[in-house]
């Protein structure tokens, strides 16, 4: 599985570069321009805090771009040539999964750790922002409450594309169709997993663990946030459930992949 | 005389066609086969099913005593009919790959097949002819000391001096401990390879047999029979 | 090579051989080609090859020593008798076709002459 792992790395090595090279170019930009800005400190913290947040919405816009790869490099495999090399190789389909679901993790944590870079440096550099926050960020690094927000997050992205895989897979093994045929019948299953548990989260919250929730203060640690100190409440039970389904995807695909299928 | 590949009443249905219905064919140790019928005849899907990259729907298929899986595909060198390499790998890179991943391939052996083929290591896939990557893709599945090669369409792509260069890899390097199976448009060409043919049509075996009795027992070429078998079906 | 895909490639295999033999291209007690080698020489499957070399063997034309190879066997008459079969056969060829071009005995053989004389001046 590792094998594989980094052979895709290795395929996609030129897309990280030009991607990070982007990413690191962006930030740099507005440090320079923070910079300039310094003798100059009229611009007061809410504007100067708009920057970083940008960053952090290009960071999004990245993961975004990272994403729709991954699944349409899954696509490929099942629906297009190379797939015939992936299954072809003397592995089970847990472990071409595996690859696929490290890999996603991979961008996931590549995203995090450089989005929060970015923020951070360019917090810090901000006119009117960099007193307030330069003796918070170690402090804050070390909130075990905002990492625990995190693994929660990437639990369900994760479950999410597992889900998303077993519609790709599930729709590749009722035909055999290059036309995406499946695709969209893979859309329909996810959309329909997605319902059935969003409902039954629901109920599950509504009837049997009414008021279950995990209550975190990730940015307890950032005074100057303001209101967004405060403790947040975050649901539980549909996360939970939603990840439970993401692992029932995972066994059923890698099955799938053993036994049905047709490239 | 053991039996590498042992095929009884396979069955292949899609929700709207039917691949293959009720083939039946063993392979022995040390033959090649050669599996001849037009487009759409089924010969593509029983390659897949071979390779275990389709699951039948019904039947049995058995390649050195096991159902198709994470074993038998070990032990299969399979050549898809398109290309199957990754673009943006070179011909060395692809080779590590085989080598990473299927502990039957002989790097030595690989080198020699790329300097028959005029090919070198440091080639991108992407920029290579359509030939070229043929041949990229025999040398990779030649290079593994398989039990059994599944090719599909190897001579699809290329010019008849390649053709010749290929014929001649596939028999220096064929053991009595493997077998082929391979499919062709040009039988002419290979006929004086196949131990054994298969005529498929419309995922039905209409006729097989060893190649030398069929020559034989009806004074014909392989070619011939093709002709006649396809003709008649044709036109009825 | 040239073969005939009409008739069984091994019986013509065994023919090149048993021609080998008679011009005397391979000697009595000569080894033969390996398998592999012939096959790739003469481009066609290992397996009919080996064929053609069972039935030879068979035959009493060749003689094969475990973990040697596969030798000419017999002796000087065999081979001349051989060579006399296969005179034969071009023969009786050559004769057929006159025939059907209507040519008698006699005629058949006096251009027979005719020919190969002015071959040899």
Known sequence: MWKLVRYQLRGRRLLYTIGLITMCALTLYQATRFIGMRDNPVQSAPISMGVPLTMAFFWVLFYAAMTVINIVTYTQDLYGDTGYLVFSLPLRGAEVLGSRIVLLVFDTLVTLLGGMTSVIVLACLA?????????????????????????GVLAVIVSFMAIMFFGVTFGKTLTNSKKHLGS?????????????????????????FE????????????????????????????????????????????????????? | MSMLVEISDLTKRYITTTALSDVTLDVPEGHIMGLLGPNGSGKTTLMKILAGLVSPT????????????????????????????????????????????????????FQELLDIMDLSSGQKIGSLSKGMVEKARLSLVFSRRARLYVLDEPFGGLDPLARSQVLDALVANFRTDCSMVLSTQMVADVERFFDDVVFLDRGCVVLSGEAEKLRTRRGASIEDIYKEVYGHVETR | MEFDDRAPIYAQIMDLIKKWIATGELKVEQQLPSVRDLARQVVVNPNTVQKAYLELEREGYVATQRGMGTFVAGDYHTVDLLRQGLARDIVARYVAGMRSLGYGPEEIATMAAETARKETT
């Open chain 1, 184 to 208: 969209v019948f893979s859309a329909l299953v996810v959309i329909a997993v997605l319902w059935a548990s969003a409902q039954l989260g629901t109920l599950l919250e509504m009837r049997l």
């Open chain 2, 58 to 109: 019904s039947g049995s298929v058995l390649v050195d005593g096991m159902a198709p899986g994470v074993a038998t595909k070990a032990i299969v060198s399979f050549l898809p009919d398109v290309n199957h390499l990754d673009r943006w790998m070179s011909v060395g890179e692809a080779g590590d790959f085989y080598a990473d991943f299927f502990s039957d391939f002989d790097r030595k052996r």
């Open chain 1, 211 to 263: 008021g279950v929730h995990l209550t975190l203060s990730p940015w307890r640690n950032l005074p100057f946030l303001g209101l967004g100190t405060q403790p947040v409440q975050f649901p539980l039970v549909s996360p939970s459930l939603f990840v439970m389904l993401g692992v029932l995807a995972f066994a059923m695909t890698s099955w799938l992949m053993d036994r049905k299928l047709n490239l």
């Open chain 1, 127 to 151: 006119p009117g922002l960099s007193q307030q926050v330069r003796p918070y960020v170690g402090r804050f690094l070390l909130t075990g409450d905002y990492w625990v927000m995190c693994l």
